[in-house]
């Protein structure tokens, strides 16, 4: 049973940083292509950042352009973990963060991790 399980959110001020987490079981992130993705109240989960299996960083430029220059993901084989980091952040960077394979699959949705931007 794959399981996954994102955290590192919490409340920031705006500019501040943060680093989000997702521990991965029962799937080798490094066999999968994967993405981090958010969602706010009454609107459809976004990708934010993806990973193609083959890199450990960097991800590719499909991501959502609001976060150009501020979002890096990257991913820790010997732990199976990907990571999301945040800088620059914004009001508007509020939201549930999640992760989960590219494209995404219904049963590996987590429950995702809280990121609260403060202005």
């Known amino acids: 049973q794959v399981q996954l399980v994102e955290s590192g959110g919490g409340l920031v001020q705006a500019g501040g940083s943060l680093r989000l987490a997702c521990a991965a079981s029962g799937i080798t992130l490094s066999f999968n292509n994967m993405g981090w993705y958010r969602q706010t109240p009454g609107n459809k989960r976004e990708l934010v950042r993806e990973l193609v299996a083959s890199l450990t960083s960097g991800g590719s430029t499909n991501y959502a352009g609001s976060v150009k220059g501020r979002f890096a993901i990257s991913r820790d084989d010997a732990n199976n973990t990907l990571y999301l980091e945040m800088n620059s952040l914004k009001p508007e960077d509020t939201a549930v963060y999640y992760c989960?394979?590219?494209?995404?699959?219904?049963?590996?949705w987590g429950q995702g991790t809280q990121v609260t931007v403060s202005s």
């Open positions: 989960n394979n590219l494209p995404p699959r219904r049963d590996y």
